[in-house]
């Protein structure tokens, strides 16, 4: 972890400690961050399940799988 020094409007990092229930500052902003990773994260899932038509195997994989070794 890297220290460092910010301006910070704390009204707002009260507020995010609510909806977070962190109980530091460090913990908010650590946790806010976290939120922001795992929500691009689930946005590119998203994304890919609508582009690819859905999660599990596709139709071909189902046959394949189907079929006798």
Known sequence: MTKTSLSIDR???DAAALV???K?????IDAA???VVDAERRRRLKER?????GIGPTDDELRRLREPS
């Open 11 to 13: 009204e707002k990092a």
């Open 24 to 28: 530091t500052l460090t913990a908010t």
């Open 20 to 22: 977070l229930g962190t």
């Open 49 to 53: 399940i609508g582009r690819d038509g």
């Open 33 to 35: 961050l976290t939120e």
